[in-house]
């Protein structure tokens, strides 16, 4: 084994494409996350490399076996694939006990030494369940059930371990135990893992590389501290928390919104020469909200906007303002805005200010900003 | 579309020939079993320019048996319709300790239908009815000599009818209701709805699938009925078209070509409603999720549940097993009852009598082995159905032959295997194979349908953990699969055992004087007049399925009858 070469993968579901020629490479050791919003075909892929969708072109290979290839007819059976799969319902079969679960892989693969030398138990205790092994599922919590899941797709050492969004039916602190459970795991033990899922806290959290997608293409693949620095497209900037979004058109002392207002974007300016309407995009955390063009620090970009609504949210309030029609949400702090945010109406003019370098500039296209409404996370 | 909704259903293939070669026989083996015997029957009545068609409809009293074959049919589907959706909804609202009553309902499965009919039958009869000779001690009817109520006209046959269709309407019912959640209802009560307006605006509307699909398999069934017009209407003239079939195969000259076409009008309807079924349900049964929670946490407890179900269980089980019982203890059937002449004669003759005793061992040897013919086939059909996407053609033929026996009465199955199997090249008249076989084609939708609902609602996960962790397509079946089927297919064992031990309809057409099943040779005693022996091997029929019901639930747990 080294590393899962996915080239040119297509799978069709009738006339419509949910992996269109997809290029992916999966290093030996690499945990590889999947991320995109539902019906970008990243649990399709999955499935693909399971073996348990059949694509229509394309080859897929673990190191240099191929367990498929549309052109020679080759499709290994997801059985004799070697890979290990954690499910979003956790899929444990209701009628064994954990220690049964744990060590149904090893027993159908016959590796009698594997269950002589109490690989369920080391599995089991690798992920806090030690004590559960004759319990029943029915027995345990969500929590604990996707846990003896991780054990079961871990045991056999497989060459390939798959996530398909296993901790969305978590709730978000079991989510949380889980999601760090996994991860020192597969620093432990440094198997390949393709992980599926369509939370970026997620993604950055456990990938050493993110391949976001977007109709069953490639859009971004980098690591996590790439895309969150440079997300490629709007699309992933969008996808990945830079929800605020300014068309900005081009002016003779910089980039103008709707209302008027020029903004200087310094360094994140794009070349002259380039398309005279963009996009910027930027995160909530990164605005600031003031009551006065006054109060902006020096050498940020000020926008003039209108308060929409506030809403209280412990240490901050979440604030939504209206900038020439676009909607932005900001985050503001309670101790410095108390005095007046929560009595200040609807419509009052406020100022928000960013430093340009925050800011991430992409060409305007009109389809993609009207796809990117439906991607709104 | 259909593609897109197909999509996350596609399985684990088996990647070679193997599978495709396995289901065409079994494909092969259904339209030999299920389509041939009907082809020949058809094939018959068109024979000599369709003389058996000439025959048969150019008789005078035609108009009259279909006007009556119709009538029975819708009169007894609106009285099991409403029976059966009240019921329905009353056991869902029963309070916690009257709970155990939810299995009533039921419970007149149990009771064959021959059992049933001859029961109140001796209830009902214009003379000696039990139930009759007591109203004739109320004032106003005390000058009648017979009667009031004759059981024996049609008005009383389509009453008995709809009882006994009640409790097939009833489950299809019941398992809409399991999947309307508790909530619907809950939030129509905190809207200002009474309990009845909870039925009429909520309920009903929900369950309109459920009874669409309950009804036409109940439409069709009153339309087959056999028992009740063949055990009651037989001395008054009551014809309709399953008696003339058996009417004029056993005169004689027995002509079959007639039998055939009196029965061609049922087999179009049955045709016709199992397509319309495939056309209007298609695949959506497929993507059936059964959400939220079940329907029978509604937090009013209507003690009027209570009195429905008990006044139902008392009418379609306690008073014609009473006739029963009170006939079986006498010497001779009479309307008063003699206390000091009562006597268990009967079921010393009963047991002392060879060839009863020889129908008892036909009916639960043939019965066993057919059920465990019929679970296999119907595990493999059920996988073919939710599996076989890569086997259109195939599974198409399978879904639409599979659910022919449902659709189309025994009767004629029992006409048609009568016919295949006493004309060479295979000759089987008189053996228990060929009644072994006419049941396992009565039960291949039961053993279809009910493993595919289980296949359906294990879905796919579970299958694909198994083979991610590197099960083979066997082993999953084995490990995984028919483990966790095991309620559902001991559910389909126990009502399989229970409608072939009570099997009448097609039986009484492939038996022979010599080989009988308990039914057929109930009815033989009926025929006789030896109203006290008929009492009493309907009796023996209702504990031999009762023994049947016993052992399944023994092994397979007491919620065996709840999965129904």
């Known amino acids: ?377 | 579309m259909a593609a897109v909704l197909a999509a996350p259903m596609s399985r684990i293939r088996s990647r070679g020939w193997g599978g495709r070669i396995g289901y065409l026989v079994l494909a092969a083996a259904l339209i030999y079993m299920i389509v041939l015997p009907l082809y020949r029957l058809q094939s018959l009545a068109f024979a000599d320019g369709a003389r058996g068609y000439t025959s048969q409809y150019g008789r005078d009293d035609i108009g009259e048996v279909i006007w009556t074959t119709v009538q029975l049919a819708f009169f007894s589907l609106v009285i099991a319709m409403v029976l059966g959706t009240i019921l329905a909804f009353a056991t869902s609202r029963l309070p916690r300790k009257f709970a155990f009553l939810r299995i009533v309902p039921v419970l007149p499965i149990v009771l064959p239908a021959v059992a049933n009919v001859v029961g109140w039958a001796f209830l009902l009869s214009p003379g000696p009815g039990y139930l009759n000779a007591a109203m004739r001690h109320l004032p106003w009817w005390n000058h009648l000599e017979s009667g009031p109520i004759d059981i024996y006209t049609p008005t009383w046959i389509i009453i008995l009818t709809g009882f006994g269709l009640t409790s097939f309407v009833y489950l299809f019912v019941s398992a809409g209701m399991a999947s309307i959640s508790a909530e619907h209802l809950e939030a129509a009560q905190t809207s200002g709805s009474s309990t009845i307006g909870v039925f009429f605006r909520v309920v009903l509307p929900l369950l309109r699938p459920s009874l669409i699909y309950g009804g036409g398999v109940a439409l069709l069934l009153g339309l087959g009925q056999f028992t009740g017009p063949l055990l009651l209407g037989s001395n008054t003239g009551v014809k309709v078209l399953t008696t003339e079939m058996y009417r004029r195969v056993s005169e004689s000259p027995s002509d079959f070509a007639a039998a055939a076409a009196a029965g061609s009008p049922l087999v179009v309807l049955g045709l016709v409603v199992v397509l319309g079924q495939k056309l209007l349900l298609g695949d959506q049964t497929r993507f059936v999720t059964h959400g939220g929670k079940a329907f029978k946490s509604a937090p009013v407890r209507s003690r009027w549940a209570v009195a429905t179900i008990v006044v139902y269980g008392i009418v379609a089980l306690v008073l014609p097993l009473i006739g029963l019982i009170l006939v079986a203890l006498t010497p001779y059937w009479s309307s008063s009852i003699s206390w000091g002449l009562l006597t268990l004669d009967n079921f010393r003759t009963l047991f002392q009598t060879s060839d009863i005793m020889d129908s008892v061992v036909t009916s639960v040897v043939a019965s066993s082995i057919a059920v465990l013919f019929c679970v296999p086939i119907g595990f493999m059909i059920a996988n073919l159905l939710v599996r076989g996407r890569r086997y259109p053609v195939i599974r198409l033929v399978a879904d639409l032959v599979s659910a022919l026996p449902l659709g189309i009465p025994a009767v004629i199955f029992g006409v048609g295997f009568l016919l295949t199997y006493t004309e060479p090249p295979i000759i089987l008249y008189g053996t228990r194979t060929v009644i072994v076989l006419v049941y396992i084609v009565l039960m291949i939708p039961f053993a279809t349908r009910l493993q595919m609902t289980a296949l359906l609602a294990l879905g796919e996960t579970y299958i694909e953990a198994s083979a991610t962790s590197g099960a083979s397509s066997f082993t999953t079946n084995v490990r995984i699969i028919l483990p966790l089927m095991r309620p559902a297919i001991l559910s389909a064992v126990a009502l399989m055992f229970i409608l072939l031990t009570h099997e009448f309809a097609a039986s009484l057409l492939v038996r022979s004087p010599t080989t009988q099943v308990m039914g057929t040779r109930l009815y033989d005693l009926w025929a006789n007049g030896s109203y006290p022996l008929v009492a009493a091997m309907a009796l023996l029929m209702t504990a031999v399925t009762g023994l049947g019901v016993a052992l399944a639930m023994l092994i397979g747990g007491r919620n065996v009858l709840d999965n129904l």
């Open chain 1, 1 to 377: 084994m080294s590393g899962i070469t996915i080239s040119n993968l297509t799978k069709r579901f009738g006339s419509n494409t949910i992996v269109d020629d997809l290029e992916l490479t999966i290093d030996e050791g690499e945990f590889v996350v999947l991320l995109g919003p539902s019906g970008c075909g990243k649990t399709t892929t999955l499935r693909c490399l399971a073996g348990l969708e059949t694509p229509e072109g394309g080859t897929i290979s673990f190191g240099d076996r191929t367990v498929f290839d549309a052109k020679t007819h080759t499709d290994v059976a997801t059985h004799r694939r070697n890979i290990g799969m954690i499910f979003q319902s956790y899929a444990l079969w209701p009628h064994m006990t954990v220690r049964d679960n744990i060590g149904y892989p090893l027993k159908v693969r016959r590796k009698k030494e594997a269950l002589r030398s109490g690989a369920v138990d080391k599995a089991a205790a690798m992920v806090d369940t030690g004590h559960l092994l004759d319990r029943y599922p029915s027995q345990l919590s969500g929590g604990q059930q996707q846990r003896v899941a991780v054990a079961r797709g871990l045991v056999a050492e497989p060459d390939l371990v798959l996530f398909d969004e296993p901790l969305s039916n978590l709730d978000a602190r079991l989510r949380d135990q889980v999601r760090t459970q996994i991860h020192q795991l597969h620093q432990r033990l440094g198997f390949s893992a393709v992980f599926v899922t369509h939370d970026q806290s997620e993604a950055f959290a456990l990938g050493d590389r993110l391949a976001i997608m977007k109709d069953g293409r490639l859009e971004q693949c980098d690591t996590p501290q790439r895309v969150f620095d440079e997300p490629g497209s709007d699309y992933v900037a969008a996808f990945i928390g830079m929800g605020n979004r300014l068309v900005l058109t081009r002016h003779h002392e910089g980039w103008q919104t709707a209302n008027g207002d020029v903004l200087d974007l310094g360094s994140r300016s794009p070349e002259r020469g380039g398309a005279d309407e963009i996009i910027a995009r930027l995160r909530p955390a990164d605005l600031h909200l003031h009551r006065a063009v006054e109060d902006a620090p020096h050498g940020s970009t000020v926008l003039h906007a209108t308060l929409v609504t506030t809403e209280f949210g412990g240490r901050h309030y979440d604030v939504l303002v209206d900038v020439a029609g676009e909607r932005l949400t900001l985050q503001a702090d309670t101790r410095e805005h108390g005095a007046w945010l929560p009595t200040a109406e609807e419509g009052a003019p406020v100022v928000v200010s960013f430093n340009p370098t925050d800011v991430r500039t992409y060409a305007a296209d009109p389809a993609r900003s009207a796809e990117r409404e439906s991607v709104a996370v």
